[in-house]
T-cell receptor, first 114, second 115 residues
Framework: AQSVTQPDIHITVSEGASLELRCNYS??????LFWYVQSPGQGLQLLLK??????LVQGIKGFEAEFKRSQSSFNLRKPSVHWSDAAEYFC????????????FGSGTQLTVLP | DAGVIQSPRHEVTEMGQEVTLRCKPI?????LFWYRQTMMRGLELLIY????????DSGMPEDRFSAKMPNASFSTLKIQPSEPRDSAVYFC?????????????FGPGTRLTVL
C-alpha cells in the first residue's frame, strides 16, 4: 500500500530565508507525486507535480521539488520565503490506475516570521 | 471555469440531524472525490466516482454516510444521523481521466460542526 511521511509537523522560518519541506513516500512503482498548499479556511491548491522526466520540478509561487528515487523523497524547496507562504503543505502520492487516488501526508505547518 | 463548488461552506447542526453536503465538479471532469479532514486523522478519502458511478467507498466510515452522483455536475454526501465525531471539514475534488500526473482540483470545503 502507498504511504507518505512528512516528518516535520511544524516549521518556522524568517522571511527571506530558504525553505525545505521533507516528504518521503512508499510506493511499489513509479510514483505520481504532488505538493499541495492549504491556506487557512481554504481548499487545497496544487503547487507542483511529478511523474516522469526531469527530477527537478518547478511549480507556482517560486517553489520547486526534487524527486530522488534512491531516497524515496520528494522534498519541496523555496530559496526565499515570503510572509504569504505561511500555510499548511501536503505531499501526496497518486495510486495506480486511471483514478490516481491520492494518499496524503499529515502535512507541515509553515510559520513565517517577519 | 468557476472551479469546484461546494455548499454550504459552514454547517452547524445538532446530533441526530441529517446533513447533506453538496458538490459541483468542474465541467468535463470524469472523477469526483470526497475527502474528510480532521486534526486527528488528516485528509482521508471517503469515496470516489468515475463517470457518476461509485467506484470505491471503502473509506466511508459507517453506514450513516452515503454519497450519490445523480449526474455529471452534482454530487451529495449525506450523514444520517449525524454525530459530534463527524465534525470535520469535508472536501470535494475532481479531475479528468487520462495518463500522467493529472491533478485533482479541490473545492473550498464545508466545515461541519455537530453539536
Amino acid at each position: 500500500a502507498q504511504s507518505v511521511t512528512q516528518p516535520d509537523i511544524h516549521i518556522t522560518v524568517s522571511e527571506g530565508a530558504s525553505l525545505e519541506l521533507r516528504c518521503n513516500y512508499s510506493y511499489g512503482a513509479t510514483p505520481y507525486l504532488f505538493w499541495y498548499v492549504q491556506s487557512p479556511g481554504q481548499g487545497l491548491q496544487l503547487l507542483l507535480k511529478y511523474f516522469s522526466g526531469d527530477t527537478l520540478v518547478q511549480g507556482i509561487k517560486g517553489f520547486e521539488a526534487e524527486f530522488k528515487r534512491s531516497q524515496s523523497s520528494f522534498n519541496l524547496r523555496k530559496p526565499s520565503v515570503h510572509w504569504s507562504d505561511a500555510a499548511e503543505y501536503f505531499c501526496a502520492v497518486g495510486g495506480p490506475g486511471s483514478a490516481r487516488q491520492l494518499t496524503f501526508g499529515s502535512g507541515t505547518q509553515l510559520t513565517v516570521l517577519p | 471555469d468557476a472551479g469546484v463548488i461546494q455548499s454550504p461552506r459552514h454547517e452547524v447542526t445538532e446530533m441526530g440531524q441529517e446533513v447533506t453536503l453538496r458538490c459541483k465538479p468542474i465541467s468535463g471532469h470524469d472523477y469526483l472525490f470526497w475527502y474528510r479532514q480532521t486534526m486527528m486523522r488528516g485528509l482521508e478519502l471517503l469515496i470516489y466516482f468515475n463517470n457518476n458511478v461509485p467506484i470505491d467507498d471503502s473509506g466511508m466510515p459507517e453506514d450513516r454516510f452515503s454519497a450519490k452522483m445523480p449526474n455529471a455536475s452534482f454530487s451529495t454526501l449525506k450523514i444520517q444521523p449525524s454525530e459530534p465525531r463527524d465534525s470535520a471539514v469535508y472536501f470535494c475534488a475532481s479531475r479528468v481521466a487520462g495518463q500522467g500526473a493529472t491533478e485533482q482540483f479541490f473545492g473550498p470545503g464545508t466545515r461541519l460542526t455537530v453539536l
